[in-house]
C-alpha cells in the first residue's frame, strides 16, 4: 500500500514523501503474481506489476541523486526512460489543473494572453479564464462609449489636421469597424457550433452602434445572438451599451430564453428606455445608466427583485436631471444592500429623508456613493450629525459615546461618534468605500454644516479604504455647503486610506495640504480650480506638494492643470508615480536609460524627497538615477546644471521627424518591463548639459499600440462622443503653446496640458539633434547619467490611446499596480464601478 503526499512546498518538502507499508506491499506482490498465474493475460495485474516497479526505480533515482549509492544489484546508474531526475519538475508535473486554475484566478486579464502562447497545461487555463467574458460588437459605430473598443489597444487617428488626416481617420475608423464586425461574427458562429465553448461563457458585454441600421447588418446580428443567448447556459452577468431603441429586441430575446442572470447592466446614452415589459427575478446586481427621463420605467423591475438586490447603480448624466429622478425608496430594500451608487436630484421635500433612510438602514453596505447633480434639500447635514451621534436622542439605537478626535489641525471641539460594543460606528458600521460629490445646489439653497459634519461622520474610521469628496470649483457653491480647508482635517485620522479623490480648497495652503493627506494613501486625484491662482502658476504648487507627499503614492490624477507637459506632474511634483490623469487623459510613467546599456530604472524605489527651488528639474532624482540636477529652462532661456560625474556621457538623440526604428514594447506578466535602447554615446565632455523642456512638434505614425497625431487623442469623455473626435483647441490658456510650433495648436487637454506625442521605445538612436541641448520624442532627458551609468536618465511619459481609456481602464491600473484608484464591488459587472 502506497500513499503520497501531493500537497506540498518546495522548501518544506524538497523531495516527494511516500510512505511504504513493507507488508502490504509484499501480499500485494504475491497476489498479483497470483492472478498471472491462473491468467497469464490478465492486463490489469500486468499494469499494476509494471506501475509498481516505475515507482521502486523512481524512488532509487532519486535517492542516489543526493548521495553515493552503494555497489549492488538494486542501483541503478541511470534512470528510466520519460522520468525527471529533477524532483521540482516531477512535482510540477503532479500539480492537477484545478490548482492551476486556482493560480491563474489571480492573474489580470493581460498576463492571461500572454499564458495563451506559453506550453503549459495554463494556456489551457487562460483560455478557458479568458472566454469567461465576451464582448460583442453589433455594427461599430462611430460613438465610442457604444460604437468600439475590444480586447485590442488599436488608436484611430483624430480628426485633426488636414484634409489628409481626416481622411486617414475615416480610413482607420473603417477599418476598425470592419475588424470588430468580423470578430463579433466569429464569436457568434463559435457559440453556436460549439457547446462546450458556450458552457463557460459568464459575462457578455453588448455594445449597439447608435447609426440607423441602413445595410440591415443589426437586424442580422441580432438574429444571430437569437440563436446565442439559448446556448449560454451558465450565463451570470450582462452588460448592454446601446441607444434606447436598440437595447428593448435585445432585453425581448433574453427574456425568451429564460437566461438566470445574476447582474444586469444597462447603458442608455441618449434617454430611458422602456423596461416595463421585463421580468427578471432574483438579480443581485442592477446598473442603470441615461440621460434624462424618469426612473418609472424601472421601478417594476426593481420590485421584482426588492428582497435580492444587493449591488445597485442609478446614474443620470444629464447635467440638470429632472426632479422625478429621485430614489425609488419604496422599490428599494436598503437593508440588503451592499453597494449603492446613485446620481440623481434631492428635492426639498424627500432629500434629506431619503439620506437619513440610507444612514439609518443600511447596516450592510460596504460601498456609498451619492453623486447630487441638483441638491435642493438643506437638511442632508441633519441626517449625518444625527447618524454621527447613533440617533441617540430618539432612543432607536444605543451605543456608547465615544471621543474619536479634537477637530483636526484646523481647532474644533472633541467629536463623539456613537459606537456599538465592538468598537464600530452605528451608522453604517462596514463602511469601506464612501464618495460624495456635489454638482449643482439650488437658487436658494443654503446648508453650512453639511461637509463639516460628513467629516465628523467620517472620523475616526479605521476601515474605510477609498473616500471622494467633490464639490463644484464654484465658489459660491462650496460656501453654501461648507466646504472649506477644515474639511481636510479629518483625513490623518484615517489611517487605512489607500484612495483619496478630493477638491483642493481655496484657503488651503499645498504645503500643509500634502502633510495632511495620509502616509498610507497609494492613489490621489486632486479637483483644481483652474481660475485659482495657485494653479495658474504649478510649478511652485507642485513644489509645495511634493515635501509630504506619501512615499508609496503609485497615482496621481488632477482634473486640470496649466502646464506646458505632463510630465512637469512628475518632475515637480510626484516623481514616486506610475500613472498620471489630467482629465481624461491618461499616461504611464517610465525612467528610462538611454546610452547604458538595456533595462531602464523602475519607479518602484522611491526617491529622496528633498527641498529645492522651483527652477530645478527633479532635483531628487538625480541620487535616484546616479545622475546630475538638470535645470529647467523655457524657450529662449537656459539654465545650466553642474555635473557629479565629470565625464559622464550623453546618449545620441534621435531626430523626432526620423521614426525608423519604432517599436511597441509591451511588457508581458510584469509591471515592470525591461526595454532595450542602443548604447554608445558622444564623446566624453565636461561641459554642463543643458535641458529644454518644449512641446514636441511632430504629427506621429499611427500603429498598433501607439497613440500619436495629436495631443487630444488621448482625451476622451465616455458620456460626450463629441470628444472622441475633438475640434482643435484654443491655445489662450496655453502658456507657451503659441511658440512650440505648429502642432501645438491641434488641442491637448482643453488647450491646458499637451501629451506631446507618444512614449516611443526606441531601439536605435540617430546623430545628436544637438551637442548642447536634448529632444526626445518619447520624453523628456533629464540628464547625463552618474558613475558608471554611461548614460542619460530619461522621463518618458506614454499617453494611452483613447479605447483603452474608454473600455479597459480599470484592467491597466491594476496591472500597473495602481488598483487603489479604483473602488471594486464583486457583485456587480463590471467588478470595478468607480474610479476615483
Not at 255 to 283: C, I, M, V, W, Y
Not at 330 to 347: A, E, I, K, P, Q
Not at 613 to 632: C, E, K, N, V, Y
Request: include cysteine.
Amino acid at each position: 500500500m502506497v500513499l503520497t503526499m501531493h500537497s506540498y512546498h518546495p522548501r518544506l518538502h524538497p523531495m516527494p514523501v511516500e510512505i511504504w507499508d513493507a507488508d502490504d506491499l509484499n501480499d500485494n506482490v504475491v497476489d498479483l503474481h497470483a492472478a498471472l498465474m491462473a491468467d497469464p493475460d490478465n492486463v490489469e495485474a500486468k499494469a499494476m506489476l509494471h506501475a509498481r516497479s516505475q515507482t521502486i526505480d523512481k524512488l532509487l533515482t532519486s535517492s542516489t541523486s543526493s548521495t553515493t549509492p552503494a555497489p549492488g544489484p538494486t542501483a541503478s546508474p541511470h534512470p528510466p526512460s520519460g522520468f525527471h531526475a529533477n524532483p521540482y519538475s516531477r512535482q510540477l508535473e503532479r500539480v492537477s489543473i484545478e490548482i492551476w486554475r486556482e493560480v491563474a484566478l489571480f492573474l489580470p486579464r493581460r498576463d492571461l494572453k500572454t499564458l495563451l502562447f506559453v506550453p503549459h497545461i495554463l494556456s489551457r487555463v487562460s483560455s478557458q479564464l479568458l472566454f469567461r467574458e465576451l464582448d460583442l460588437h453589433f455594427t461599430g459605430g462611430e460613438y465610442g462609449f457604444y460604437g468600439g473598443g475590444g480586447d485590442s489597444d488599436d488608436e484611430a487617428t483624430g480628426g485633426h489636421g488636414g484634409m489628409r488626416d481626416r481622411d486617414m481617420g475615416v480610413d482607420e475608423r473603417e477599418r476598425d469597424e470592419g475588424r470588430h464586425a468580423q470578430r463579433t461574427a466569429d464569436i457568434l458562429t463559435r457559440l453556436i457550433v460549439d457547446q462546450k465553448f458556450a458552457n463557460a461563457v459568464r459575462m457578455l458585454k453588448i455594445y449597439c452602434s447608435a447609426r440607423r441600421d441602413r445595410d440591415g447588418s443589426m437586424a442580422f446580428q441580432t438574429g444571430m445572438l437569437m440563436n446565442v443567448l439559448p446556448k449560454l447556459t451558465n450565463l451570470k452577468n450582462m452588460y448592454l451599451s446601446a441607444p434606447s431603441e436598440s437595447i428593448v429586441p435585445v432585453l425581448r430575446i433574453l427574456q425568451t430564453t429564460g437566461t438566470k442572470l445574476h447582474g444586469l447592466s444597462l447603458h442608455s446614452p441618449d434617454s430611458p428606455a422602456d423596461l416595463s415589459f421585463l421580468e427578471l427575478r432574483n438579480l443581485s446586481h442592477f446598473s442603470y445608466t441615461t440621460s434624462g427621463g424618469t426612473l418609472s420605467c424601472i421601478t417594476p423591475l426593481l420590485g421584482l427583485s426588492r428582497h435580492s438586490l444587493s449591488s445597485l447603480a442609478l446614474e443620470n448624466t444629464h447635467t440638470s436631471p429632472s426632479p422625478h429622478w429621485a430614489f425609488p425608496l419604496s422599490y428599494v430594500s436598503v437593508r440588503n444592500l451592499t453597494s449603492l451608487n446613485f446620481t440623481g436630484h434631492f428635492s426639498k421635500e424627500h432629500g434629506a429623508g431619503i439620506m437619513g433612510e440610507i444612514l439609518r438602514d443600511g447596516r450592510q453596505i460596504e460601498n456609498l456613493s451619492i453623486i447630487c447633480c441638483a441638491l435642493d434639500s438643506g437638511g442632508l447635514s441633519r441626517e449625518f450629525k444625527n447618524a454621527s451621534a447613533g440617533w441617540s436622542s430618539s432612543g432607536s439605537m444605543h451605543g456608547t459615546s465615544t471621543p474619536t478626535g479634537s477637530g483636526g489641525p484646523f481647532g474644533g471641539s472633541a467629536q463623539h461618534v456613537t459606537l456599538n460594543s465592538n468598537g464600530t460606528p452605528i451608522a453604517l458600521p462596514f463602511l469601506r468605500h464612501f464618495a460624495f460629490t456635489i454638482s449643482a445646489i439650488g437658487r436658494r439653497t443654503s446648508d453650512r454644516d453639511l461637509f463639516c459634519s460628513i467629516a465628523d461622520f467620517l472620523r475616526g474610521r479605521r476601515s474605510l479604504r477609498s473616500l471622494k469628496l467633490i464639490v463644484s470649483c464654484d465658489e459660491h457653491v462650496q460656501s453654501a455647503v461648507g466646504f472649506s480647508a477644515a474639511v481636510w482635517g479629518v483625513l490623518p485620522s484615517l489611517e487605512g486610506l489607500r484612495g483619496l479623490a478630493i477638491t483642493y480648497p481655496g484657503d488651503l495652503t499645498a504645503g500643509l495640504a500634502s502633510w495632511l493627506v495620509p502616509r498610507s494613501v497609494r492613489a490621489l486625484t486632486l479637483s483644481l480650480d483652474y481660475g485659482n491662482a495657485t494653479t495658474r502658476d504649478p510649478v511652485p504648487f507642485l513644489s509645495s506638494l511634493k515635501q509630504g507627499m506619501p512615499p508609496n503614492l503609485k497615482f496621481i490624477g488632477l482634473s486640470e492643470l496649466n502646464v506646458r507637459h505632463a510630465s512637469l506632474i512628475v518632475e515637480q511634483g510626484f516623481p514616486t508615480v506610475r500613472v498620471v490623469r489630467v482629465g481624461q487623459s491618461y499616461w504611464t510613467v517610465h525612467h528610462r536609460k538611454y546610452g547604458g546599456g538595456s533595462g531602464y530604472s523602475s519607479l518602484g524605489s522611491s526617491p529622496s524627497l528633498g527641498t529645492a527651488s522651483s527652477r530645478q528639474l527633479l532635483p531628487s532624482m538625480s541620487s535616484h538615477f546616479g545622475g546630475s540636477t538638470a535645470g529647467l529652462s523655457g524657450p529662449g532661456q537656459s539654465t545650466a546644471s553642474s555635473s557629479n560625474t565629470p565625464h559622464g556621457r550623453l546618449s545620441p538623440i534621435r531626430d523626432p521627424s526620423d521614426r525608423t526604428g519604432d517599436r511597441d514594447q509591451r511588457p508581458p506578466l510584469s509591471s515592470h518591463p525591461s526595454s532595450s535602447s542602443a548604447a554608445g554615446g558622444s564623446g566624453a565632455s565636461s561641459q554642463p548639459r543643458l535641458v529644454q523642456l518644449r512641446p514636441l512638434t511632430h504629427t506621429g505614425h499611427p500603429h498598433s499600440g501607439h497613440t500619436h497625431g495629436h495631443p487630444g487623442s488621448s482625451n476622451p469623455h465616455p458620456p460626450h462622443a463629441h470628444l472622441l473626435n475633438p475640434v482643435p483647441s484654443s491655445s489662450a490658456h496655453g502658456g507657451d503653446s503659441a511658440r512650440g510650433g505648429p502642432s501645438d495648436s491641434r488641442g491637448g487637454y482643453g488647450g491646458l496640458v499637451g501629451s506631446g506625442g507618444s512614449g516611443h521605445h526606441h531601439q536605435s538612436m540617430g546623430p545628436p539633434a544637438s551637442s548642447s541641448s536634448g529632444l526626445m520624442s518619447s520624453g523628456i532627458l533629464l540628464g547625463p547619467g552618474g558613475a558608471g551609468s554611461a548614460g542619460a536618465a530619461v522621463l518618458d511619459l506614454e499617453p494611452w490611446p483613447r479605447r483603452r481609456v474608454l473600455y479597459h481602464v480599470a484592467e491597466w491600473l491594476e496591472w500597473l499596480g495602481c488598483e487603489d484608484a479604483l473602488v471594486r464591488d464583486q457583485s456587480a459587472f463590471p467588478a470595478w464601478t468607480m474610479t476615483l
